[in-house]
Each structure stands twice: as C-alpha cells, then as structure tokens.
C-alpha cells in the first residue's frame, strides 16, 4: 500500500513520491517509444503513484500529450502538475520568459487540451519572470482557480522573498526546486519558508540528475540531445571529481543491504513530512526500486552518518550552464 503525504496544509493529498515525466520523451536520452511510456505511466498508477509531473515545454507539447493520454482511463484517481512560465515562440537556446497573466490563461487552456482534462490539478510558474510582478501572476492564477480551471497554484525555483508575494495573493500550495544530497540549497532559505507558510516541496532530479544512482562514472557518454551534456557538473573532469560522493553514498547503502538511489529518496523523505520527490525513470524496474524508498526508515544515527559522509566530500561543477543558472533563484 503507497503511503500518502499533504503537500504542506493544504489539502492536496498524493502519494509519497511522484513520477517526474519529462525524461520519458525529452531532455535525457533516447525518448521511449509512446506506448513503451504509456505502459510504463499506468504502471506507476498500479504501483500507487498518484501524483505525475508534466510541463508545456518538454517537447514542446508532447509530454503533456503523453501524460494525457495514459491517465485518461484513471483521471479520476491522480493528480497532474503542469507548468506555464515560457513564450515558446521561439526555439530552444533563444527561448525567453512570458508569464504575462493573458498568456498564463492561454497556456492553461491549451494544456487542458493537450491533457484531455477539464481541470489542472497543480500549475506551477515554470520559472520566475522578472519582467512580470508576481503578484499579477499570482492574480492570474487566482482567476484560474475561481474558474474551476487549475485546483492549486505552485511555484518552481522561486526564491523566499518572491514566495512569500505570491503566497500573500493566492496560497502556493507547492514549489518546486532541485533537492538532493547534492544540491541543498533550498535548506538556507526556501525550505524554513516553506515549513512556516504551510507550503509543500516537491524535489525535483532527486537522484541528482542519475548520477547518485551510481551509473554514471567519468567514462560515460552521453547520447546527443542528452541535457546532461551541457552541465558543467556532468563534464568528465566535475564527475571523477563527485564519485566520492558516490562512494560514499554507496557504503550506506550497502550496509543496509539497500540501493544508492533507495538511500538518497530515503534521506529527502526524512528531511520533512511534506516533501515529495518526483524521481523519473524509463525502466520499470528502477521504478519499482524507487518506490520501495518510501517504506524505508532512516534513524537519527544513519541520518547521522550520512550528514558525516556528505560534509567530507565536496561537489564539483555548477547544476545548469550560466544561462539556466540566470533563471533560477529569483
């Protein structure tokens, strides 16, 4: 039986992690075949994942249209996230931000459609828009929920200050961020936030990317396409430097008889009761392998000694390159 968490006070209810669905067909790899994805989301439904993790620009449009489709027989049983923040106008490197309240309606109506849903059940703004008070954002979501058209409103890589704005419009009911035993930013400042406004986080490249998995190493080779050949803390020289980390990742988990991906899901779930991963994968079988994560129980003392472990080794190497970088943190 899935175990369920609330994301922060609101009464948004979804299993203990989500699926996070863009790589199925965008950004890491060779894309899925679609019925291959298809099958491998209804899997997740029986597996007890409710919650599944979409947005406009992964593709652009065909993630969303995937999702759709293979939820469309248990609409009624998950929750969808999608996200609106970018003018896709344009292509790829040269795309700008649009958060402008008419085309965050547009989007949503275009996303509806591209789901085969009446209602979007968490609509986040992709990115923050510094050319848009989010306030007027936060308003226009506002608008959306009194329509009956989004349920809840969510954020993705906003900082406190601008969450807290938000948050005093209309109530923010998740962000969204990268969190993971590599990355913890978020614990500085968005994290206490978050606890004191009722907020639920949902960590995204929880797994860091594949690389805490242990899979990656300094000789791997990424396929075209591949996001991950473009961050500089996925360059040869930045992951023979981080395999520390994954060594040391790896004699916890092997003292448990458990997996490094297993420990570092476990390790975000201990973190706070209202945080849910949205871990992705291709495979069934390393879906099944996370999912177990949620029945593992991390004591102080292993908890300990991960803290210990993870102080003693540094990561090298920036999480996006210094465009993308712009992008987060506003």
């Known amino acids: 039986m899935m175990k369920t968490r609330k994301l922060g006070t609101s009464d948004l209810e979804v299993s203990a992690l989500g699926f996070g669905c ?18 491998l989301i209804r899997d997740a439904v029986r597996l007890g994942v409710t ?26 049983q998950v929750v969808i996230a999608t996200k609106f923040g970018f003018d896709l106008s344009t292509p790829g490197p040269d795309r700008k931000l ?25 609509f986040y703004q992709h990115r923050v828009d510094p050319n848009v008070p989010i306030e007027d954002v936060a308003g226009a979501v506002k608008d959306l929920i009194a329509d009956g058209k989004v349920r809840h409103f969510g954020l993705s890589e906003a900082s406190a200050a601008t969450i807290r704005r938000a948050h005093a419009v209309q109530p923010v009911t ?6 993971s035993l ?25 797994l860091g990317k594949g690389f805490l998995t242990g899979s990656i190493t300094a000789e791997t080779r ?20 981080n395999q520390g980390l994954v060594a040391a990742l790896g004699k916890i988990a092997d003292g448990k008889g458990l997996t490094k991906a297993q420990i570092a899901l476990a390790w975000l779930l201990a973190q706070a009761p209202w945080i849910v991963p949205i871990p992705g994968t291709k495979k069934l079988n390393r879906l099944e392998e996370n999912l177990a994560s949620v029945d593992i129980t991390l004591s102080p003392e292993d908890l300990r000694h991960i803290e210990t472990a993870l102080t003693a080794t540094t990561v090298e190497g920036a999480r996006y390159p210094a465009a993308l970088l ?5």
């Not at 998740?174 to 969190?179: F, G, I, K, L, M």
């Not at 990424?222 to 430097?241: L, Q």
């Open 22 to 39: 863009m790589g199925l067909n965008f950004s890491y790899g060779e894309p899925l075949e679609r019925e291959s994805a298809i099958r």
């Open 51 to 76: 919650l599944f993790d979409t947005a406009e620009v992964y593709g652009p449009f065909t993630n969303e249209e995937l999702v759709g489709a293979a939820l469309a027989p248990v609409r009624d």
């Open 98 to 122: 649009s958060s402008r309240p008419e085309h965050i309606k547009s989007v949503a109506e275009a996303s509806l459609k591209r789901l085969g849903t009446d209602v979007i059940d968490l």
């Open 174 to 179: 998740a962000v969204q961020s990268e969190y």
């Open 182 to 206: 590599w990355w913890r930013e978020p614990e500085k400042e968005v994290l206490p936030t978050l606890a004191e406004l009722g907020i639920g986080f949902v960590p995204y490249s929880p």
């Open 222 to 241: 990424f396929v075209a396409g591949d996001f991950r050949n473009i961050v500089p803390r996925f360059s040869e020289g930045s992951r023979a430097a």
């Open 326 to 330: 712009e992008l987060v943190g506003r």
